[in-house]
């Protein structure tokens, strides 16, 4: 079993940063990609960003250029960095990881990030 925990969630106004933090601990072995997923209400969970445990980083168009996903030298825990926030990044974040040669991947338990004024 892999646990993730994840903090730095909250309320920002427009225009503000948060960074997110997420812990991995447990049978991490052979873990490869962490990132961030989203979820509003009433949609879909969605890719936010990704990192790989070799620095390959991935993300959604229109947080390319404001978010930044990184990782601590020992690959255990990943942050996502966000910059210049708007309302419509409003989202329940959630971290997730995946492993060479695990049969599933681990999600954390979310955390609230609410963008208003």
């Known amino acids: 079993q892999v646990q993730l925990v994840e903090s730095g969630g909250g309320l920002v106004q427009p225009g503000g940063s948060l960074r997110l933090s997420c812990a991995a601990s447990?049978?991490?072995?052979?873990?490869?990609?962490m990132g961030w997923y989203r979820q509003a209400p009433g949609k879909e969970r969605e890719l936010v960003a990704t990192?790989?445990?070799?620095?390959?980083?991935n993300y959604k168009d229109s947080v390319k250029g404001r978010f930044t996903i990184s990782r601590d030298n020992a690959k255990t825990t990943v942050y996502l960095q966000m910059n210049s926030l708007k309302p419509e990044d409003t989202a329940v974040y959630y971290c997730?990881?995946?492993?060479?040669?695990?049969?599933?991947?681990?999600w954390g338990q979310g955390t609230q990030v609410t963008v208003s004024s």
């Open positions: 990192i790989t445990s070799g620095g390959t980083t």
């Open positions: 997730n990881a995946e492993g060479f040669f695990w049969p599933r991947g681990y």
């Open positions: 447990g049978s991490i072995f052979g873990m490869n990609a």
